[in-house]
């Protein structure tokens, strides 16, 4: 390795100062030259006596030029060791290296290339570390929303299953109380009728039955649309209701028009006079329902 140009003044410039100072220190002042002590004070150049205070000048300033070298010569030590400079030494003797081979990059290119391979890895997994993260947050986030999404359908398939319940429930006991009001209208038409049979037997106990007539006789108009309202212009119509034939006779009112048996089993010409009867009798008030839908 060559030595650095400058080094190699500072150390001549150092030595110089050294053997300056030393014959300086050694020899009277007679031995320094008159060019020397021209700036002597008047009346001193033909004293004997050496002027020491030229002397501690000297001294003083070959201690400071000393001083300056050695600083110089430190900071140079200190920067020999940073690795600006131990890269250039390194590039210096790569260069003078006769066996170095051809096209092999100095070593301070190696170590910035390395260095720039070691920052680019970093930035890789750093980012890829980033990206990871960011997708642990979304599949979390994605589990949360399907957890929340299962969560709220199981709830509404619970308060379906609790509103089927619910009216399946209203719906059972509505259809029980239904049969119970229809079991209960029925037992109450059977006992009017039994009152209403009894009570005609024994104020006519010898009546006769009144003949019927046998010739069809069907009732068009008004009738007919009473008859759709009440049996559907059935003729043979007998739900359990209590209710009898087309024009759904009570059995109490038939018998007491003087007909006997069942309204349903007498022929359509017996029931139209029947009905012919009871609204001469009464009026369209014995169908209530059917007389104010149809307005009669």
């Known amino acids: 390795m060559r030595k650095h140009p400058l080094i190699a003044l500072i150390a001549f410039a150092f030595l110089a100062v050294s053997i300056f100072i030393g014959a300086a220190s050694a020899s009277s002042f007679n031995s320094i030259p008159a060019r020397a002590v021209t700036h002597l004070k008047k009346g001193e150049t033909g004293s004997s006596a050496a002027p020491t205070w030229n002397i501690r000048w000297l001294t003083t300033a070959a201690r400071k030029r000393a001083t300056a070298a050695a600083q110089a010569a430190a900071l140079i030590a200190s920067e020999k060791n940073s690795p600006a400079w131990q890269g250039r030494a390194a590039d210096q003797a790569a260069i003078h290296d006769v066996a170095r081979p051809t096209g092999v990059p100095l070593p301070s290119l190696w170590h910035a290339a390395i260095l720039r391979a070691a920052a680019a890895h970093a930035a890789a997994v750093a980012n890829a570390n980033a990206q990871a993260a960011l997708q642990a947050q979304q599949q979390q986030a994605a589990l949360q929303a399907q957890q929340q999404q299962a969560a709220l359908a199981a709830q509404a398939a619970q308060a379906a299953r609790a509103a089927q319940a619910a009216q399946a429930a209203r719906a059972a006991q509505a259809a029980l109380a239904a049969r119970a009001a229809q079991a209960a209208q029925q037992r109450a038409k059977a006992a009017k009728a039994t009152e209403a049979a009894q009570f005609s037997q024994s104020t006519n106990p010898a009546q006769a039955p009144v003949a019927h ?51 349903n089993e007498a022929p359509p010409a017996v029931q139209d006079q029947a009905a012919e009867q009871l609204q001469a009798r009464s009026g369209w008030r014995q169908w209530p329902a059917c007389s104010a839908e149809l307005g009669l």
């Open 213 to 263: 007539v046998t010739t069809p006789s069907v009732l068009g108009g008004a009738w007919l649309s009473l008859r759709m309202c009440e049996s559907g212009d059935n003729y043979s119509e007998d739900t359990g209701n209590g209710y009898y034939g087309a024009y759904q006779f009570a059995l109490a009112t038939w018998w007491g028009l003087g007909y006997s048996g069942l309204p």
